[in-house]
């Protein structure tokens, strides 16, 4: 590597890096509900220790480095050395087109590997750190070990060599993803008729379940995979209507 795509690199991930922490802390306060009292919570009068919250968050920060290291690999491997699929003209439609695909495979990617995580081989080792906070909270999104990173999140990278979409696109869907990820792990319904059953787009109850009950609701965009593999929660559709009920009753009362 010379020296020339070495800062580069370090560029790319500065940059990279410091959106996601401004993402994170922006939509972390927002979206922060740890109040044992309060009736917008999915699980009333549970809330994490205190402790748990600092750990998360500081886990967090070290976690998105990592993140925003795999992006940067990835589009140096893509617009210095040009491997990979090279994306064509950009015009709205196709901004509109990748964004979508990105999506799918991503969801596609994060389900099958997210499961895999869960099976007693990998579980302990790996992806067990996640769940200990319990319930989440919007500081727990990024709490994930440097392994579990290279799992899930690799699909940054990877998209890059693979997918014909240009960068900044997969920049923006990166984004999407950490806002909806720090909401779906905040404990209060805010997913609105959009997520209401059967829409295919997840809501915040999709992830609540898969921190409670473990072994379902495993994608982060869509309930499509978990619907054909049986892995949606048995209760999810009822609970999300609930849920979403109450949360327009609180909304309007207030």
């Known amino acids: 590597m010379t020296l020339v795509t070495a800062v580069y690199f370090i560029e790319t991930w500065a940059v990279v890096y410091a959106l996601l922490l401004v993402v994170y802390f922006a939509t972390g306060f927002l979206f922060f509900n740890n109040d044992p009292a309060s009736a917008d919570r999915i699980q009333p009068g549970r809330v994490l220790a205190g402790a748990k919250v600092r750990r998360d968050m500081l886990q967090s920060v070290r976690s ?47 389900y099958w ?22 319930p989440s909270v919007a500081w727990s999104n990024n709490s994930d070990t440097f392994i579990d990173n290279m799992f899930l999140q690799s699909y940054w990278l990877v998209a890059h060599l693979i ?45 609540d379940q898969h921190h409670r009950y473990f072994n379902c609701n495993y994608s982060p965009h869509f309930t499509v995979w978990d619907r054909l593999m049986g892995t949606l929660h048995p209760t999810h559709d009822a609970e999300l209507r609930e849920n979403l009920r109450r949360r327009q009753v609180g909304v309007s009362s207030s």
Do not use: C, Q
């Open 64 to 110: 998105l480095a990592s993140i925003a290291a795999l992006f940067a690999v990835g589009h140096v491997l893509y617009s210095r050395f040009h491997i990979g699929w090279m994306a064509g003209p950009t015009n709205v439609w196709s901004v509109v087109l990748s964004f979508v695909v990105s999506m799918i495979a991503y969801d596609t990617w994060f």
């Open 163 to 207: 997918l014909p979409i240009a960068p900044v696109v997969l920049l923006a869907h990166k984004l999407y993803d950490h806002i909806t990820g720090i909401i779906g792990h905040s404990g209060v319904e805010h997913g609105g008729g959009i997520t209401y059953p059967p829409s295919p787009f997840n809501s915040v109850t999709h992830h």
């Open 113 to 134: 590997l997210h499961r895999l995580l869960h099976t007693r081989p990998f579980y302990r080792a790996i992806h067990r750190w996640h769940h200990l906070s319990l």
